[in-house]
């Protein structure tokens, strides 16, 4: 199927396990972009990569790994899981400069650090 | 630093008009847009801004003043399907985009 997903949809953890959220589109973008949207804070972005092998951190780095060895795959890790990144997850893509200012969102992943 | 202030909150009723204003204070910038979710959704794209004016699609239309690092989106003719959070966000100079804390619309009948 085109377009972006996420796997898992929802996840349950405990406090210190390590998680990865796995994101994938179809469309060859670019751009991939990892957020987090907690209550209030609207979303925040937390890594995202320009092109494959090529990754930046955003406003809230800490705790998270990504890695991008493929265009269409960008999977975010939480190294060991804490409370605080109990959150919804948003991965998205958006095509490289001057060819679409669309950026495209996944379902979202919902992960409970317990 | 970098920071997006709009309303948390605006209510309005199903057939009127409304305003969700958004200021922006950025480290370099390509254009604005927005972006709509629903409750337990995704964000989508609604528009994009890169030089002064208005931009309309349909019922929705989106303004904005470089100069005053100022803009709005317009929403016409509510319906109850609208109620939604509305987000702006700055493209900037890394070109990914910084989102707003978001703006929840309430449509009432």
Same mark, same amino acid.
């Given at each position: 199927? /085109?377009?972006? $997903? =996420?796997?898992?949809?929802?996840?349950? %953890?405990? $406090?210190?396990?390590?998680?990865?959220?796995?994101?994938? =589109?179809t @469309?060859?973008?670019s751009?991939?972009? @990892? !957020?987090r949207?907690?209550?209030?804070?609207g979303?925040?972005?937390?890594? !995202?990569? /320009?092109? /494959?092998?090529? %990754?930046?951190?955003?406003?809230v780095?800490?705790?998270y790994?990504?890695?991008?060895?493929k $265009?269409?795959?960008?999977?975010l $890790?939480?190294?060991s /899981?804490?409370?605080?990144?109990t959150?919804? !997850?948003?991965?998205?893509?958006?095509?490289?400069?001057?060819?679409?200012?669309? =950026?495209?969102?996944?379902?979202g %992943?919902?992960?409970?650090?317990? | 630093?970098?920071?997006?202030?709009?309303?948390?909150?605006?209510?309005?009723?199903?057939?009127?008009?409304?305003?969700?204003?958004?200021?922006?204070?950025?480290?370099?910038? +390509?254009?604005?847009?927005?972006?709509?979710?629903? &409750?337990?959704?995704? #964000?989508?794209?609604?528009?994009?801004n890169?030089?002064?004016?208005?931009?309309?699609?349909?019922?929705?239309?989106s303004?904005?003043?470089?100069? &005053?690092? +100022?803009? +709005?989106?317009?929403?016409q003719?509510?319906?109850m399907? &609208?109620?939604?959070?509305y987000?702006?966000?700055?493209? &900037?100079?890394? +070109?990914?985009?910084?989102?707003?804390?978001?703006?929840?619309?309430?449509?009432r #009948?």
């Open positions: 199927d /085109a377009g972006i $997903t =996420q796997s898992p949809r929802y996840k349950i %953890t405990e $406090t210190g396990r390590q998680v990865t959220l796995m994101c994938h =589109q @469309w060859s973008h751009y991939m972009f @990892w !957020y949207q907690d209550l209030g804070h979303l925040r972005l937390i890594y !995202y990569s /320009a092109a /494959a092998d090529i %990754t930046d951190k955003g406003e780095p800490d705790g790994v990504v890695s991008r060895s $265009t269409e795959n960008f999977p $890790t939480l190294e /899981a804490t409370r605080s990144q959150s919804v !997850y948003f991965c998205a893509s958006r095509p490289d400069r001057g060819q679409g200012e669309t =950026q495209y969102f996944g379902p %992943t919902r992960l409970l650090v317990l | 630093g970098q920071s997006l202030e709009q309303p948390s909150e605006v209510t309005a009723v199903e057939g009127a008009i409304v305003q969700i204003n958004c200021t922006y204070q950025t480290s370099g910038f +390509y254009g604005l847009s927005w972006y709509q979710q629903h &409750d337990g959704g995704a #964000p989508t794209f609604l528009s994009y890169a030089l002064d004016g208005l931009e309309e699609t349909g019922r929705f239309s303004f904005l003043s470089r100069s &005053d690092s +100022y803009g +709005y989106l317009l929403l003719e509510l319906q399907k &609208d109620s939604a959070s987000f702006c966000a700055v493209l &900037d100079s890394s +070109y990914k985009l910084i989102f707003g804390s978001g703006t929840r619309l309430l449509v #009948p």
